[in-house]
C-alpha cells in the first residue's frame, strides 16, 4: 500500500529512503476547525476598511502570518504595504473577532493521529503561522501530551513563513531530524508547499472546501479525505515509509 506514492516522493526528491522520525504538524483547518471561522472574522475586518474579498480566497491564504495576507489584501485594493500600524492594529481587530464567534471544534481524528504518534516515539513539532492565543492555549486541553512546550513555531517565531520552507526547517532543527526523517501533516495548499520545498514527505488532509487536486498540485506526496481517514491509515503509512527504499538501478 502506498509504493507509488512514497516511490514518487523519493524520486522527486532525489532520496534513497525516508526514515520517519518526526511529524511537524500545522494547526488550523488540520487540529482545528477553525478555517471557517477564520475566514468570516477576515470577512469582517476587511469589509470595514472597504476592501472586497471573498470567504473563498481566505481558505485559499491559510497558513500565511496575518501580516503577510494583510499586505497582499492591501497591494490589491490600494496598491501599497500596510504599516506596521496598520498590520497591528488590523491583524487585533481581526483576532479580535475570531474570539467573538463561537469556540471552534478540534477536528475529529487529530487527537487519535496525535496519540499514535506518540505511542510510537515519534517526536511531535507544532508548526503554525497563527499568533492566535485563545487556540493556541488551549492546545494543553485539547490535545494533552501532543507537544512539549518547546517543540512548538508559532508566527511568533517566523519571519518567513508558509509558502517558505522555513517553519518546517526550524521545526527539523528542533527536532533534530533531517528533512529526510520528517514527515509534514498540512491541509492548505501554502502549508504542503512549505512542507515539500522543506524536503519532508507532505500528507495534505482535505478538511474544508481546499480540494484534494490542489494539495497534490502544491507538492503533497499524499492526500487522505479526512483527518480520521489519516489516522486511521497512518500506521500502515509509517510502515510502509519506514521499509521502502528507492531502487536507484
Ligand atoms: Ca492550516
Do not use: C
Amino acid at each position: 500500500m502506498f509504493d507509488k506514492e512514497i516511490d514518487r516522493f523519493l524520486a522527486r526528491h532525489n532520496y534513497i529512503a525516508v526514515e520517519p522520525r518526526a511529524a511537524l504538524i500545522d494547526m488550523d483547518g488540520t487540529l482545528y476547525d477553525s478555517m471557517p471561522r477564520h475566514a468570516q472574522a477576515w470577512m469582517r475586518m476587511v469589509s470595514e476598511i472597504g476592501i472586497d474579498a471573498t470567504v473563498e480566497e481566505f481558505f485559499m491564504y491559510e497558513g500565511r502570518t496575518g501580516a503577510s495576507t494583510i499586505n497582499l489584501l492591501f497591494n490589491r485594493a490600494f496598491g501599497r504595504d500596510a504599516t506596521e500600524t496598520e498590520i497591528k492594529e488590523l491583524y487585533s481587530r481581526k483576532t479580535k473577532y475570531f474570539t467573538e464567534l463561537p469556540p471552534v471544534s478540534p477536528m475529529p481524528g487529530a487527537a487519535d493521529m496525535l496519540d499514535f504518534l506518540r505511542k510510537v516515539g515519534m517526536k511531535r513539532v507544532l508548526v503554525t503561522g497563527s499568533g492566535q492565543s485563545s487556540l493556541i492555549n488551549r492546545l494543553d486541553t485539547d490535545f494533552p501530551l501532543a507537544f512539549e512546550p518547546d517543540m512548538r513555531i508559532t508566527a511568533r517565531d517566523v519571519v518567513h513563513g508558509k509558502p517558505a520552507p522555513d517553519p518546517f526547517l526550524m521545526a527539523m532543527k528542533k527536532a533534530e531530524v533531517t528533512p529526510a526523517q520528517s514527515i509534514v501533516i498540512e491541509n492548505a495548499p501554502l502549508g504542503v508547499e512549505s512542507g515539500d520545498a522543506a524536503g519532508a514527505f507532505t500528507i495534505g488532509v482535505t478538511t474544508g472546501p481546499v480540494p484534494a487536486a490542489a494539495l497534490a498540485e502544491a507538492g503533497a506526496a499524499i492526500v487522505f479525505p479526512s483527518m480520521r481517514d489519516l489516522a486511521q491509515k497512518l500506521p500502515i503509512l509509517l510502515y510502509a515509509l519506514s521499509t521502502q527504499a528507492r531502487n536507484l538501478n
